[in-house]
């Protein structure tokens, strides 16, 4: 049976942002499920500065390997995510979001592509096996898709779905690139495959059971303007970084000594 232990073989970590209302309903049948599992585990939630209680009640659930990493002050998905995992220490490290609009039962896809080589595995609504049983509003998911165009023509990142939630690392590729990473935002998920990309990690994309959950803490008339500025962001600290990488090849190459017969 699953269960904590120091050192575990996976660490789920899940921002939170104003989860009284609904964290219940997730947090427990995720970690029901887990404690069935052979495997070792630890959930550490962040609460990026929530208003409410959450924090409190996820404590008082009395829940063995969940832990809560409180941040002060509100300052989004990108620092809630470098808090929680400089401080996970699984093997295998999952995010996810607090709605559970991913659920937990699809952990073993992404052990079986990291089993396989993946450093980083990202589930895809976009994907032909993606099973979505209630979708966004057409509204919604339509901005996505013009989202995720942005990220192509921005960044080249080949992904037809960078913003679910729900991703798998390596525990230590996961260390290694959130520390890397400065997005505060939604973006990070961009900014995240960016620097797995310029690292030379495999990224693998695969299909999951995804339904869309009402109260989505993503805002229509504020995140996407915040989104496209640190998109923008990313695409030129990644352009900036390639020339750097080009020119120190170029000073290194010039700079070699050469043989003499």
Known sequence: MGHSEPNPQLSL???????????ERGLRPAHAWLSQQPATFEIVLVDDGSTDN????VA?????????????TNAGKGRALRHGISRATGAIIVTCDADFSTPVWEIPRIVAAISSGADVVIASR???DTTIPRD???VRKGMGRMFNRLVRLLTRLPYADTQCGFKGFRGPVARELYALARIDGFATDVEILVLAREAGRVVEEIPVEWAHVADSRVRLLR???QMFGDLVQIALAARAARRG???????????RPIKRG
């Open 13 to 23: 970590v899940i921002p939170a942002f104003n989860e009284a209302g609904r964290i």
């Open 54 to 57: 959450t924090a409190w009640i």
């Open 60 to 72: 008082g659930f009395g829940l063995r390997g969940v832990r809560v990493e409180r941040i002060r």
């Open 126 to 128: 976009e994907h032909p």
């Open 136 to 138: 966004q509003h057409p």
């Open 223 to 225: 995140h996407p303007s």
């Open 245 to 255: 990488s080009v020119n120190h090849d170029s000073k290194l190459t010039r700079e």
